[in-house]
């Protein structure tokens, strides 16, 4: 589906999708950006919005990789930052896979 977004609608969809750090990140690895991708529908899941609800934006929703670890990180911008904090949801756990096929993403959000 990501794949198939790229070839259709270009730098378009990847700007409107993806901060500049995740397109650094994934480098053009189309499993790395469908992996984020399921990501950012798994976050606004949780935090009962959907993707434009409440202000969300996908670039709201930020997968990075620690420099370290390698491991996904999540981070949270504008409004889906604020909504987090509206429901007190204070820690934010998130694991990724991928294979040529498909992409998956789980997250779990902790209450304060």
Same mark, same amino acid.
């Given at each position: 589906?990501?794949?198939?977004?790229?070839?259709?609608?270009?730098?378009?969809?990847?700007?409107?999708?993806?901060?500049?750090?995740? @397109?650094?990140?994934?480098?053009?690895?189309? %499993?790395?950006?469908?992996?984020?991708?399921?990501?950012?529908?798994?976050?606004?899941?949780? @935090?009962?919005?959907?993707?434009?609800?409440?202000?969300? %934006?996908?670039?709201?929703?930020?997968?990075?990789?620690?420099? %370290?670890?390698?491991?996904?990180?999540?981070?949270?911008?504008?409004?889906?930052?604020?909504?987090?904090?509206?429901?007190?949801?204070?820690?934010?756990?998130?694991? @990724?896979?991928?294979?040529? %096929?498909?992409?998956?993403?789980?997250?779990?959000? @902790?209450?304060?």
């Amino acid at each position: 589906r990501v794949q198939q977004a790229i070839e259709r609608h270009g730098e378009r969809f990847l700007h409107r999708v993806y901060t500049s750090g995740e @397109l650094h990140d994934c480098r053009d690895k189309v %499993e790395s950006l469908a992996a984020r991708f399921a990501a950012k529908e798994a976050v606004a899941k949780a @935090l009962g919005t959907g993707i434009w609800r409440h202000g969300i %934006e996908w670039t709201d929703i930020e997968v990075r990789r620690h420099v %370290e670890s390698g491991a996904p990180t999540l981070h949270l911008h504008r409004a889906a930052a604020d909504h987090s904090r509206v429901l007190q949801l204070a820690e934010w756990s998130i694991s @990724l896979s991928h294979d040529r %096929e498909r992409a998956i993403a789980f997250v779990v959000a @902790l209450s304060s």
